[in-house]
């Protein structure tokens, strides 16, 4: 069955630095992917998206890559601000389309 | 623009007791339509989807039911609630045409039962 894997560990980082989330799948080729942010108590919010035959997409200080051979998406967050303190949801086409399927989403914790 | 409405924001309910939790979206029409519950700490469970009026798919075997009446209007109902139905229940809107869109949430429902 699909699966994606997101670390459930909360990520802490420095104010300033380049935060790193990471998203691995198996046991499907999704054609598209895409991250949300969650804050507490809050529904996610859609960030990016990214196709399969995209390498890396980005928007502002975000980037996001596509490794379908590794099965890995990365996401980066430069110049990390409090601010950006939320857990980050990665989520993936799912075999019956028009859905996603979703990770259970990393933690980051940006300290001033 | 399009926005979507969720309400209840928290919700305290006695075991056994029926649900009905309302979703509305503005600004759009045919969108697909989705609820989602979240245990804490944890992913996404789709629960229900829908691409049109009456039209209703459910994901997993469940105590909750969901209807959609009219074209931007989401139900999820219960006639019994359980202690394992507590949770974060979110409703969802995506354009209904193609693939690769976005999905854009409401603020949620806290359900909690005692």
């Known amino acids: 069955s699909q699966k994606i894997e997101q670390n459930s560990e909360a990520l802490n980082i420095q104010e300033g630095k380049t935060a790193t989330l990471t998203c691995n799948y198996t046991n499907y080729s999704p054609a598209y992917l895409q991250w949300y942010r969650q804050d507490p108590g809050r529904g996610p919010v859609f960030l990016l998206l990214i196709r399969e035959n995209e390498k890396e997409k980005r928007k502002e200080r975000l980037k996001v890559t596509f490794d379908t051979t590794l099965k890995q998406s990365l996401f980066h967050i430069t110049a990390s601000q409090p601010a950006d303190s939320a857990t980050y949801l990665c989520a993936l086409e799912s075999n019956a389309g028009n859905m996603l399927t979703f990770g259970g989403g990393t933690r980051l914790m940006v300290k001033p | 623009s399009q926005t979507i409405h969720q309400w209840p924001a928290t919700l305290v309910q006695p075991v056994g007791s029926p649900l009905s939790l309302e979703c509305t979206v503005e600004g759009t029409s045919n969108p697909n339509l989705y609820w989602y519950r979240q245990a804490a700490g944890r992913g996404l469970q789709l629960l229900f989807y829908?691409?049109?009026?009456?039209?209703i798919s459910s994901e997993v075997p469940q105590n909750l039911s969901a209807s959609r009446p009219q074209d931007r209007q989401f139900i999820l109902s219960s006639k019994k609630l359980l202690l394992s139905d507590s949770g974060f229940y979110l409703c969802a809107w995506s354009a209904g045409t193609g693939h690769n869109q976005p999905q854009h949430f409401g603020d949620g429902t806290r359900l909690s039962i005692l």
């Open positions: 829908s691409v049109g009026i009456g039209q």
